[in-house]
């Protein structure tokens, strides 16, 4: 709070961006790569003074400071604390990830950014909010930070890392702890954050606690579970009802409602409506890739035949839609439905489609 004291709301805001931006920037540093760095967030700022400053990582720490300033009116204290937090070294390790060598040419990957998913929540800063069954509704803990890398030749995603800052709070110190999850999935290679240790993988893995088989003939409410956000649709909620009876769950920010799936809190997230975009949904996607999931086109499943046998709709990365502008060049047009099994997949999208009505199912 010391450091943003004498920051309005909205400089707040530009603050963390510029963390992000500036942290995000000094680990990706391969040649080349900065130009196929995408994301909703620029870094480009205007400051009071009308100047137009290109954010970048300088060289040594004293000029990131002087460029900092500039982005923020001067405020050398800021600026100082920020550039010593982007020029520091970042060592990140994990077993699971260093007992696999792999490599992946460079010149074929495109990054998907998101320095903050869910801003409102991040600005509102609640930190008191209730979970549902483990999910919360809104809050501190529906912020993630989101990378997201994908094949800009095919627009697959392969590898993805959602980091959680706000996890659990410390009552006593005030201090949040947070939680960082990846998965790597490219030429048959499918790792993640969340596989058991090694020595538990030799046995048999371990049966998923939430939901059994949905193919029983078992009322089917008891079977499916979904998260979906406050603004969906109507005829969607009524159908999602019907298949999943009261485990339905709300939630802010894209990535917190992806990151449910990831962890098993849900089995889907679904949202019909054109208003999520490449960054919010790349990094979960290559995620559910590692993990036997996916992420597709929510309106091209609802028109998908079975008996065809084409596979899933996935979303893509690599193309821009047809005849807009703006942001709107990178939106999931069709909606998207994030899940962590096929199979499961298949049996929920049947029940849902049988249960949306015919004059429902395409609007």
């Known amino acids: 709070m010391e450091i943003c004291s004498g920051l309005n709301m909205y400089m707040v805001v530009v603050f963390i961006v510029i963390v992000m931006v500036c942290c995000i ?135 993805g890392v959602i980091n959680q800052p706000f996890v659990s709070q410390d009552l006593n110190t005030l201090r949040w702890k947070g939680q960082c999850y990846w998965g ?3 030429m048959g290679t499918n790792i993640h954050s969340l596989q058991p240790p090694v020595s538990k993988r030799n046995g048999s893995e371990p049966r998923s606690p939430r939901t059994e088989n949905p193919g029983s003939g ?17 005829p969607i909620k009524a159908a999602l009802s019907r298949v999943c009876g009261d485990r339905i769950f709300r939630a802010a920010g894209a990535g917190y ?40 086109d929510f309106k091209a499943c609802l028109d998908r035949n079975p008996a065809t046998g084409l596979d899933w709709p996935q979303l893509v990365y690599h193309v821009e839609n047809k005849g807009t502008s703006g942001v709107d060049r990178w939106a999931n047009k069709g909606g998207l439905i994030a899940y962590r099994s096929s199979e499961q997949l298949e049996t929920f999208l049947s029940r849902l489609t049988q249960s949306l009505a015919p004059v429902d199912a395409h609007t």
């Open 25 to 159: 920037i000094s680990i990706i540093q391969f040649p080349g790569l900065g130009k196929r760095i995408f994301g909703e967030e620029s870094n480009e700022f205007t400051n009071d003074l009308g100047e137009k400053i290109i954010l970048r990582l300088c060289s040594t720490e004293e000029e990131t400071v002087e460029l900092l300033s500039k982005v923020l009116n001067g405020n050398k204290l800021a600026s100082e604390a920020l550039a010593k937090v982007v020029h520091q070294d970042v060592t990140f390790t994990d077993p699971t990830l260093d007992s696999v060598e792999i490599t992946i040419p460079q010149d074929t990957l495109g990054i998907w950014v998101d320095p903050i998913d869910s801003t409102y929540q991040y600005i509102k800063g609640s930190a008191d909010v209730k979970s549902n069954h483990g999910i919360f509704p809104s809050g501190l803990q529906c912020v993630t930070i989101l990378i997201g890398v994908y094949d800009v030749q095919t627009g697959v995603p392969l590898m």
């Open 184 to 186: 790597l999935s490219y």
């Open 257 to 296: 409602k992806s990151l449910c799936v990831i962890q098993g809190l849900v089995d889907v997230y679904i949202f019909s409506e054109d208003t999520t975009f490449k960054w919010d949904s790349c990094a979960a996607h290559a995620i559910l890739r590692a993990m036997g999931g996916g992420m597709v």
């Open 218 to 234: 078992a009322d089917f409410s008891h079977h499916f579970s979904a998260v979906i956000s406050t603004s969906e649709k109507e």
